[in-house]
């Protein structure tokens, strides 16, 4: 504090005490109100003559504070709940919103991360992941090829032959747009068999599809049995024999196995939320499952019957991975595309979606992400 400084708060104090004097010398019964004044008064004066003195230290400290608040403001924007990562931004999806195009390799280098179980049980947390999948749940209610393709006048003649016209019909209407344009093969985003499910896209409200009976209970969309049973055939002649266990699942089945899911987790200690995120891994939320419109469907074999990585290494999960696309089946959720699929490697989930789109996505090395971010007008 320099000498000016020092005099203009000596000055200050002087004048305050001896107006105080003055009155209590005249107001004796209320001196009280004097001396209270004079602390006030004094107290205010010196709180302020502090920020007064270091002017200059707190307008700096205060342009830094503005500074930060200013620029965190920009750390944060809000996500877009709308992103996809196989639409045009400027076209409508089949949800009939907008979407934001995310390539595979922008989302590979994003900060984006699949949730990790941190302090929780491990015990609950082994048991609730002991099955990747939970269709499982419906190993139960399987059917092998053996039962399906049936050569004598069985359930199986009988189910093929009712359901065989109508795939029939629509390999005849893909036979003739080959034979009018067979140098050109071009996707519409309005084709049903590469409709696009997944969490960014739900079923439309609209989307509509008949039910054919595999065998049994078992069903899935009619116009792919066809294909269906001629891959099945294929492998059997192969030698390998493929058990279908898991095709079409209404609402009420996908939100009972999706809540069974967050509910084990949340056993073993997990939020709602990360319950919710690391579940949405292994089972597709409600109204986003490929299984829920019937073009979907898991399959095992004899001697490995855990939908978990390892049927990837058996014979019918080679096999499978090698020729399912020469009847329009795609390995749905492949290893490597878990970022921009958002669901972990499923070697055991087959999608119909055509010949020709089978083999363009299996070829290039695809997910139907990327096929559809790539290929489809």
């Known amino acids: 504090m320099n000498a000016s400084n020092l005099q203009m708060k000596l000055d200050f104090k002087s004048k305050v005490i001896s107006k105080v004097e003055k009155f209590n010398r005249k107001h004796k019964a209320l001196s009280f109100l004097g001396i209270a004044y004079a602390v006030m008064a004094i107290t205010v004066y010196n709180f ?24 965190s403001s920009f750390s944060y924007p809000a996500m877009s709940l709308n992103i996809s990562f196989a639409s045009d931004a400027t076209n409508e999806d089949l949800s009939g919103g907008t979407a934001t195009v995310l390539s595979g390799e922008e989302v590979a280098e994003s900060d984006a991360e699949l949730a990790v179980p941190l302090d ?16 499982a749940a419906e190993i139960d209610n399987m059917v092998s090829v053996t039962e399906i393709l049936k050569s004598d006048d069985g359930e199986g003649a009988a189910v093929l032959s009712e359901n065989r016209e109508a795939s029939e019909e629509f390999a005849d209407a893909e036979a003739e747009t080959e034979a009018e344009e067979p140098a050109q093969i071009s996707f519409s985003r309005d084709d049903w068999n590469i409709l696009l499910v997944n969490k960014q896209h739900p079923i439309p409200e609209d989307y509509t599809f008949t039910l054919g009976t595999i065998s049994g209970s078992m069903q899935c969309d009619e116009r792919i049995i066809g294909p269906l049973f001629d891959m099945l055939k294929a492998a059997r002649a192969d030698g390998v024999n493929l058990i279908i266990c898991s095709p079409y699942r209404d609402i009420d089945r996908q939100t009972m196995l999706f809540s069974n899911k967050v509910n084990r987790y949340m056993g073993g200690g997990m939020s709602y939320m990360d319950a919710y995120n690391l579940a949405s891994q292994a089972v597709t939320v409600p109204g986003s499952s490929e299984h829920q419109i019937g073009l979907a469907v898991d399959i095992i074999t004899d001697g490995y019957s855990t939908l978990d990585e390892g049927f990837g290494e058996t014979a019918a999960g080679k096999w499978l991975a090698a020729n399912s696309s020469k009847y329009g089946f795609i390995l749905r959720y492949p290893a490597g595309k878990e970022e921009i699929t958002s669901i972990e490697y499923e070697p055991w989930h087959f999608r119909y979606v055509g010949v020709d789109a089978a083999t363009v996505i299996t070829d290039n090395g695809l997910c139907l992400e990327e096929f559809w971010n790539i290929y489809v007008d």
Do not use: G, H, W
């Open 120 to 135: 929780v049980d491990q015990d609950v947390m082994a048991e609730a992941s002991e099955v990747v999948n939970p269709d």
């Open 48 to 71: 302020l003559f502090y920020f007064y003195r270091n002017t200059k230290r707190f307008t700096c400290l205060a342009c830094i504070i503005l500074f930060f608040a200013v620029s």
